[in-house]
């Protein structure tokens, strides 16, 4: 394809999701009118089944079946924070620095740039809209007219689960792991102007399980007790299990975290193999010479897309095998986001197929343009200096990559194996958990000898594994509740300049297991708006 017209489908793109997400920044969940419906009144059964079977519910991109756009870096405010990233400041003084003014703060864990207006419509607003609705569908469920018991049920099972998802994915982001911790309340009603308590972790969990527990009677009420595909934005008991499986893991819960993953992957367990999926093959579009000091052409690097996927865009995320919830985001800093040496240095780059498909973009080093990135005024190649090379390590040149740019949150089967595996391991189990292990990384690896090769089933085996499948997108909340559950003692080390633009302003940055800033800091006038402390450690 065509450099030019890559790079004009690329930046219309971004335009276009900037310009709806701008649109769509004015609501806040306090201002929010009870009628959701898009009626003038909610008064029968199909609208509120409708309300739940709303895609843009789960899948925040560019929606399929044409019911619009909610296009934004839905919850990626904690990307640019873990161990899985790395901005070194020699590549980003001279390749990143004038593109991405946002994303070096929140690298510095400088609490000024994740307190913003901007920075609320990544999880804050979509989250509290989302929970605002399935409180709203709750509430006229039995003051509608009524079509049959089974939609009823189908309806409240799906708007339970919905409000369960949306406050654990809040709790992850704004809450620290301990149950006496300063938690994300609850909010399960539509009355104007009235805000949740803040309440405990542990109530928030409280609440969120005991929704899990009435979404699935309600669903075994309905019918609704196996993986629908064609339909899997709709929640049904294997879903609930699913997350169920995530909340446990996340707690450090194994028992039930283990009984609710292998009752997922009974109803649904496939998993699809990349390396003989046509959709995953990969065309190089995109060519820089590497000059030596004499100016010759030492190295090529080639770069290489999915465009089978890319072209269906998120049509691929809803049809993608694996999925029990398809949840997305499109990774709005994930280009410059470069992975780190320790990230880096855990993939078998020749054989895992992940690392071949996913991290063949060069999207970090596309941003450089005009930067580290030339072109020869005679032969119109794009070229890096010997110099300007310098200045990279061989991980800058990596981020993660997939469903044109999407990352998926939703739980899909791989992440049921590995909590699966992770739960055997801990149990002792590790012949168990390293057969479980070997059924995934075959589905991931160009060849079934490297996929099997030493694997033994240990619990730091599986979190590595679990670090490849779900990429530096997840890091945050392992971390977070390694931390919490293990004692594991991760810290968040890096170099970093107190001024972005001199090299000599270099600082060693040092996040500690106990730091208060775990939990993401609130939109600070939301937070005044609602009474709630900000959270500690932020300015």
């Given at each position: 394809?065509?450099?030019?017209?890559?790079?004009?489908?690329?930046i219309?793109?971004?335009?276009f999701?900037?310009?709806?997400?701008?649109?769509?920044?004015?609501?806040?969940?306090?201002?929010?009118?009870?009628d959701?419906?898009g009626s003038?009144?909610?008064?029968?059964?199909?609208?509120?089944?409708?309300?739940?079977g709303?895609?843009?519910?789960?899948?925040f991109?560019?929606?399929?079946?044409?019911e619009?756009?909610?296009g934004?870096?839905y919850?990626t405010?904690?990307?640019?924070?873990?161990?899985?990233?790395?901005?070194?400041?020699?590549?980003?003084?001279?390749?990143?620095q004038?593109?991405?003014?946002m994303?070096?703060?929140?690298?510095?864990?400088q609490?000024e740039?994740?307190?913003?207006?901007?920075?609320m419509?990544?999880?804050?607003?979509?989250?509290?809209?989302r929970?605002?609705?399935?409180n709203t569908?709750?509430?006229?469920?039995?003051?509608?007219?009524?079509?049959?018991e089974a939609v009823r049920?189908?309806v409240?099972g799906?708007?339970?689960?919905?409000?369960?998802?949306?406050?654990?994915?809040?709790?992850?982001?704004?809450?620290?792991?301990?149950?006496?911790?300063?938690?994300?309340?609850?909010?399960?009603?539509t009355?104007a102007?009235?805000?949740?308590?803040?309440?405990?972790?542990?109530?928030t969990?409280?609440?969120?399980y005991e929704?899990?527990r009435l979404?699935e009677?309600?669903?075994i009420k309905?019918g609704?007790?196996?993986?629908?595909?064609a339909?899997?934005?709709?929640?049904?008991?294997?879903?609930v299990?699913?997350?169920?499986?995530?909340?446990?893991?996340?707690r450090?819960d194994?028992?039930?975290?283990l009984?609710?993953?292998?009752?997922?992957?009974?109803a649904?367990?496939t998993?699809?193999?990349?390396k003989n999926?046509?959709?995953?093959?990969?065309e190089?579009w995109w060519?820089?010479?590497?000059?030596?000091?004499?100016?010759?052409?030492?190295?090529?690097?080639e770069i290489?897309?999915?465009?089978?996927?890319?072209?269906?865009d998120?049509?691929?995320?809803?049809?993608?095998?694996?999925?029990y919830?398809?949840n997305?985001s499109?990774?709005g800093?994930?280009?410059?986001?470069?992975?780190?040496?320790?990230f880096?240095?855990?993939?078998?780059?020749?054989?895992?197929a992940?690392?071949?498909?996913?991290?063949?973009?060069?999207?970090?080093?596309?941003?450089?343009?005009?930067?580290l990135?030339?072109?020869d005024?005679?032969?119109?190649?794009?070229?890096i200096?010997?110099?300007?090379?310098?200045?990279?390590?061989?991980?800058?040149?990596?981020?993660?990559s997939r469903?044109?740019?999407?990352?998926?949150i939703?739980m899909?089967?791989?992440e049921?194996y590995?909590?699966?595996?992770?739960?055997?391991?801990?149990?002792?189990?590790?012949?168990?958990a390293?057969?479980?292990?070997?059924t995934?990384?075959?589905?991931?690896?160009?060849?079934?000898a490297s996929?099997e090769?030493?694997?033994?089933?240990?619990?730091?085996?599986?979190?590595?594994?679990r670090?490849?499948?779900m990429?530096a997108?997840?890091?945050f909340?392992d971390?977070?509740?390694?931390?919490?559950a293990?004692?594991?003692?991760i810290?968040i080390?890096?170099?970093?300049?107190?001024?972005p633009?001199?090299l000599?302003?270099?600082?060693?940055l040092?996040?500690a297991?106990?730091?208060p800033?775990?939990?993401?800091?609130?939109?600070?006038?939301?937070?005044?708006?609602?009474?709630?402390?900000?959270?500690?450690?932020w300015?």
């Open positions: 394809m065509d450099k030019t017209v890559k790079e004009m489908r690329k219309y793109t971004i335009v999701l900037l310009a709806a997400l701008v649109l769509g920044s004015c609501s806040d969940f306090l201002d929010e009118t009870t959701k419906s003038a009144y909610i008064y029968h059964m199909d609208q509120l089944y409708g309300l739940t709303s895609t843009d519910l789960y899948l991109s560019n929606v399929i079946n044409g619009g756009i909610s934004t870096a919850l405010e904690f990307l640019p924070l873990t161990d899985a990233v790395e901005m070194t400041p020699e590549f980003y003084v001279y390749g990143l004038s593109g991405e003014p994303t070096y703060p929140s690298y510095c864990w609490g740039t994740l307190m913003t207006a901007s920075w419509m990544w999880t804050w607003t979509p989250a509290w809209e929970i605002y609705r399935f569908v709750l509430e006229y469920l039995d003051k509608v007219v009524q079509t049959t049920n189908q409240e799906e708007a339970r689960f919905g409000r369960a998802y949306y406050h654990f994915m809040l709790l992850t982001q704004y809450c620290l792991w301990g149950e006496d911790k300063p938690g994300i309340g609850y909010r399960d009603n009355s102007g009235e805000i949740p308590k803040r309440e405990t972790v542990g109530y969990l409280e609440r969120i929704d899990l979404a009677e309600a669903l309905a609704r007790t196996t993986f629908d595909q339909h899997n934005y709709r929640p049904t008991v294997p879903t299990q699913a997350f169920r499986a995530r909340v446990a893991l996340y450090g194994y028992e039930l975290a009984s609710n993953a292998t009752e997922a992957l009974k649904h367990g998993l699809v193999d990349f999926d046509p959709d995953y093959e990969l190089a060519w820089i010479n590497v000059l030596d000091e004499e100016g010759e052409v030492a190295d090529v690097i290489s897309s999915m465009f089978a996927l890319e072209d269906m998120t049509e691929a995320v809803a049809k993608y095998e694996e999925l919830l398809p997305v499109w990774e800093m994930g280009g410059t986001c470069p992975i780190s040496e320790f880096y240095n855990l993939w078998d780059r020749e054989n895992d992940r690392w071949i498909y996913f991290y063949s973009s060069c999207t970090p080093l596309q941003m450089t343009y005009g930067k990135i030339n072109m005024p005679d032969t119109s190649e794009d070229y200096s010997y110099e300007n090379w310098q200045h990279l390590k061989p991980w800058n040149l990596y981020s993660y469903f044109a740019g999407n990352s998926l939703g899909t089967t791989a049921m590995l909590i699966k595996t992770e739960c055997e391991a801990r149990s002792g189990k590790t012949g168990m390293a057969e479980t292990l070997k995934l990384r075959c589905t991931r690896f160009m060849d079934d996929a090769a030493g694997v033994t089933g240990s619990v730091q085996e599986v979190l590595d594994e670090l490849r499948e990429g997108f997840w890091r909340y971390v977070k509740r390694l931390n919490g293990e004692n594991a003692g810290y080390r890096r170099e970093i300049l107190t001024d633009s001199d000599s302003t270099r600082k060693q040092e996040i297991p106990d730091d800033r775990w939990a993401l800091p609130f939109y600070t006038f939301e937070a005044a708006t609602m009474g709630w402390e900000q959270n500690g450690g300015e």
